[in-house]
């Protein structure tokens, strides 16, 4: 590990302490029938204890220089595939093919694309069972956060209508090599599919974005704007669920999103 140059501008900040990585391979609950995929091996640490756990291992790494380090370090580990490519570029339906029903994902995400790679499994995942990230902490807890309070937002609500989502643990950045300059923590998100029963995705991602595009307007003028109605109409809309006209898109649950977004369908049908 001592002649590799890391890369700042790939989020490259690795682990070592192995109780701690054994901790965050725990948190993903992974057993010998799961196959799982890794996102940014890094030096191969995390990999190690997720193979050690799991049936397979996939493992993605966009940085080429580390192929000597990470063959040299998971040698004589047999159930361990690498790929040496960008993630983001990777086609979800192909990999999904290959990673079968219910794959569970385990990664210490570069900060730079933590976020994007959430949306990629929140918006394009069909068979995922789970995920285990350690992200920023001020990321991890935007993912976990409830409505109301000052970290809510798209993501969350998004995350919650398909995921049971909670901070496992929370790890000081003195446990990172070279260490940033924010602490982390790790989510575990377990995919329970549709559980609010959303009717049409596209009105419910069209809703929650216009919830929050202008945080401090209200709901009711945000939908007026995006949906082109009447303020009687958005009103009206909000009125049958019992909602408050004056509520601002962040004081409203996942739920109450999925269920206002089913009607906005249902009434907007021609
Ligand atoms: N898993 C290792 C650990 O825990 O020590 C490394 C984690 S480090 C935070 C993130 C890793 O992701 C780096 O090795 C980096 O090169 C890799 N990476 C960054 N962007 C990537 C991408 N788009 N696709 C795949 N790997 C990426």
């Known amino acids: 590990m001592n002649k590799h140059h890391f890369k700042k501008r790939y989020g490259q900040n690795f682990l070592s302490d192995e109780k701690l990585l054994s901790a965050i391979a725990e948190d993903a609950q992974i057993t010998k029938n799961d196959t799982v995929l890794e996102i940014g091996a890094g030096g191969g640490a995390l990999t190690s204890q997720l193979a050690k756990r799991a049936k397979k291992v996939i493992a993605y790494e966009i940085d080429k220089e580390l192929i000597a380090v990470l063959t040299q370090n998971l040698r004589g580990i047999d159930n361990i595939e690498l790929i040496f490519n960008d993630f983001m570029m990777s086609d979800m339906t192909a990999l999904e093919e290959r990673l079968g029903e ?13 976020t994007p790679v959430v949306m990629r499994f929140v918006e394009e995942a069909k068979k995922i069972k789970s995920l285990t990230l350690t992200l920023q902490k001020e990321v991890g807890e935007r993912l976990a956060a409830k409505e109301g309070t000052r970290d809510y937002g798209t993501v969350s609500v998004f995350l919650t209508a398909l995921a049971d989502v909670k901070i496992t ?102």
């Open 169 to 270: 643990r929370y790890i000081d950045r003195s446990f990172f090599y070279p260490q940033p300059n924010v602490d982390s923590v790790v989510i575990k998100a377990d995919f329970v599919g549709n559980k609010f029963a959303i009717n049409d995705f596209d009105n419910f991602r069209k809703l929650v974005k216009s919830a929050f595009g202008m945080r401090r307007k209200t709901l009711v003028n945000n939908l007026m704007a995006s949906y082109k109605v009447s303020r009687e109409k958005a009103i009206n809309w909000l009125q049958s669920f019992n909602i408050t006209p004056t509520i601002r898109g962040e004081e409203l649950s996942a739920l109450q999103f999925a269920l206002l977004s089913n009607n906005i369908s249902l009434l907007n049908m021609p």
């Open 102 to 114: 219910n794959y569970i994902v385990a990664a210490n995400l570069p900060y730079y694309i933590s």
